[in-house]
């Protein structure tokens, strides 16, 4: 995406070659758990992360994940998959009745918490974000990982304005 800072991750392979790319699932994420700003995300997702950083990190240093794009607090955009690639974001998930919504969907991380209410930079950029995405491929529905993985995951969470976002777009 033009205006993104491109670290290209590891973490992805081609997807089908018939594929739709209709979904967006929208998550949080943030390392350590509840702190912000430092390289955590950004190493995992490039796998570099190192096990001795923090007690958190040594039980996922060896994961294999990415998404294809990250805002940050202050609303900064870092793309790690080109759109056309399949991004190791949702793991296993069903969105109306599609098993793998790896396949078939774009990831987008929001910097954050569960329980942290998300900062009016990352609403806009999320915004101008799938504008973009929308316009270029037939998005059909937007969920968050907790509606495609329920029970195993709680991301983007209640602190995350769905109607405030529907509204922006
Ligand atoms: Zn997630």
Redesign the pocket.
């Known amino acids: 995406m033009a205006g993104a800072v491109y670290l290209p991750s590891p973490n992805c392979d081609a997807r089908k070659e018939d594929v739709s790319i209709d979904l967006l699932?929208i998550?949080?994420?943030s390392l350590p758990p509840g702190e912000f700003g430092g390289p955590g995300i950004i190493d995992l997702f490039l796998n570099r992360l190192d096990p001795a950083a923090h007690s958190y990190y040594a039980g996922i240093s060896a994961l294999r994940v990415s998404a294809h794009f990250l805002i940050r607090r202050d609303g900064e955009i870092i793309q790690f998959v080109p759109c056309p690639a399949r991004a190791w974001?949702?793991g296993p998930s069903s969105w109306r009745g599609r098993e793998r919504c790896n396949d078939f969907s774009i990831g987008i991380?929001l910097e954050g918490a569960d329980t942290v209410p998300f900062t009016d930079a990352q609403y806009a950029q999320l915004a101008t974000l799938t504008r973009a995405l929308r316009a270029r491929y037939p998005i059909a529905d937007i969920a968050g990982?907790s509606d495609i993985a329920p029970g195993r995951?709680t991301?983007?969470g209640p602190c995350f304005d769905w109607q405030r976002f529907r509204a922006s777009i």
Do not use: S
Request: aromatic share 0%; no cysteine; hydrophobic share 25%.
């Open positions: 699932v998550h949080n994420i974001h949702a991380e990982h995951k991301d983007p």
